[in-house]
């Protein structure tokens, strides 16, 4: 549970899904929480200090690719991501979850490179790499040596748009998706909640469709789905080349030139002539029970709130990831103090939200009651310190508290290369820049216990609630899985 909060906190400015980080970017939980303001202030001064290991240049090639580099020369590593601006928010009714099917078929090979060459070649060479999908994006990496910079470019390159897509294999990687599916949300309960809630919650929006698709839409997907979704957004100017290690920016630059530079773009919508496809106001609580085989229940509860689109003049975010850390930043935080250890009417309690998205943002408070109790009094619970915290404020210690975690977190990320990379391709794939980052560590120092106070009481309330139960059944009824040939990707 501390290892679990602490990856939330390390990983808020901007918070990526746990599900999605590589297994070596936990490695960032040996690091101990900051609890003191004066710690907090130590790390203040690591900020204000110059940046003696990273220079970071932009580039943007004729074809449209956008390339930034960031030198960090402490070990000869490189990372190198393609960030592509289409995510599964992209997709349409009947197609859902073709942008994590495309990501798989990405390693089925060119005609220069065959199936499953790719990732051969970067292991050999020392390296590793791998691709994740989300709501607003699909991005490929690869971890290599210094000097292997060029291999990464010219295989990721020659993918871009030489990509052989085949029925047969289709065929193959489609039952690999389904079983995905079965294995990370059919037969995960709480993953079932989370994407029952979400279709719940979201009426119109496109974040109402998971990520990995419906399962009628994976069992009526063709090759042709994909071919369609691959020309329409893989293209140089719907990407972004961002590289991080011992590399020279105008040597990145170089090699950019050599293996993206000759590729062709094409007619791509940019994020700001996409339909905006706003979510209409909630206008009262919705409430839904999911039924499935689990040893404890649970309760999920997310309310409609802002994200960030304006990162020097917003407020409101920053607030919100500070009620976040209030409610559930560490062990002497609110949720776990009050509802796990003190009054014990819960085995765990959570809160989460994301600022930075390019579509609506969630705030989420959930829990599973401890023996004797129910969802009913967890979530009773859990309201009760909401309005506890909106009558009687935050205090200014543990204000403090929440910023210096906050700060100690960015810094400990400045050590892994790539977070740094994850960072700037996150913010530069959904509209903002990669430069926001310190306007947003300034932003979040300048919150006030007021607006804290203030945000919780504008945006957790019941018109605009959704409210999910865990009703657990036999395990017995839970039907074993088997691994598909060849395994999972992620």
């Known amino acids: 549970m501390q290892k679990m909060r602490l990856i939330r906190i ?8 746990l599900f999605k980080m590589p297994d070596y970017l936990f490695a960032i939980s040996l690091f101990p929480v900051i609890r003191t303001v004066a710690a907090g202030a130590v790390f203040l001064g690591c900020l204000a200090a110059p940046d003696a290991f990273a220079t970071t240049h932009e580039y943007m090639l004729g074809n449209g ?16 991501q393609i960030w592509y601006k289409a995510g599964s928010v992209d997709e349409l009714n009947g197609t859902t979850g073709v942008a994590h099917v495309l990501e798989h078929m990405m390693f089925k090979g060119t005609r220069k490179v065959p199936g499953g060459e790719f990732s051969k ?55 690999v998706v389904m079983e995905e599916r079965r294995l990370r949300t059919d037969d995960q309960p709480r993953a ?26 994976l069992e009526n997907m063709t090759v042709r789905d994909a071919r369609e979704w691959y020309d329409r957004w893989y293209s140089p100017n719907n ?16 090699l950019a030139q050599k293996y993206y530079g000759h590729i062709k773009s094409h007619p791509v919508s940019s994020l700001k002539e996409r339909k905006p496809q706003k979510e209409p106001p909630q206008i009262g609580i919705k409430r839904l029970t999911v039924k499935a085989p689990a040893k404890l229940p649970y309760i999920a509860m997310g309310y409609h709130a802002p994200v960030l689109r304006d990162p020097a003049a917003d407020w409101e975010p920053y607030a919100l990831e500070m009620l976040a850390g209030v409610l559930d930043g560490n062990e002497s935080a609110r949720l776990n103090k009050e509802l ?7 085995n765990s309690a959570g809160a989460g939200y994301d600022s930075t998205a390019r579509g609506p943002g969630m705030f ?69 820049s990669h430069r926001d980052v310190d306007t947003m560590l300034k932003k979040l120092q300048a ?20 409210v999910a139960v865990l009703d657990p059944q036999p395990l017995d009824q839970k039907a074993p899985f088997a691994v598909p040939p060849g395994g999972l990707r992620h």
Not at 65 to 80: A, N, Q, W
Not at 420 to 430: D, K, N, R
């Open 192 to 217: 079932l909640v989370h994407e029952k809630m979400a279709a719940t919650s979201f009426q119109a929006h496109p974040y109402r469709r998971p990520v990995i698709g419906w399962m009628d839409d």
């Open 239 to 254: 990407a972004v080349l961002v590289v991080v290690g011992d590399v020279s920016g105008k040597e990145v630059f170089r």
């Open 65 to 80: 690719l956008k390339l930034i580099v960031k030198e960090d020369h402490r070990s000869p590593v490189v990372i190198s």
């Open 340 to 346: 796990v250890r003190e009054r014990q009417v819960a």
């Open 447 to 466: 919150v006030t216990a007021e607006q804290v106070r203030e945000v919780a009481k504008k945006y957790l309330k019941d018109d605009s609630l959704t």
């Open 364 to 432: 989420y408070l959930d829990g599973t009651p401890s023996e004797g109790k129910t969802v009913g009094d967890l979530e009773t619970a859990l309201r009760g310190e909401v309005e506890k915290l909106i009558r009687e404020g935050v205090t200014e210690e543990e204000l403090a508290r929440v910023k210096a975690q906050v700060v100690a977190g960015h810094v400990f990320q400045l050590d892994s290369m790539f977070y740094q990379a994850m960072q700037i391709g996150q913010l530069e794939s959904i509209g903002m």
């Open 10 to 17: 390390l990983c808020r400015l901007p918070r990526f899904r």
């Open 121 to 175: 070649r970067i292991a050999a060479a020392g390296g590793r790499d791998n691709a994740f999908t989300s709501r607003d994006y699909t991005a490929y990496f690869q971890q290599l040596q210094k000097s292997r910079l060029p291999l990464a470019m010219e295989l990721e390159s020659d993918r871009m748009r030489n990509l052989v897509l085949t029925k047969e294999e289709f065929s193959k990687e489609i039952r």
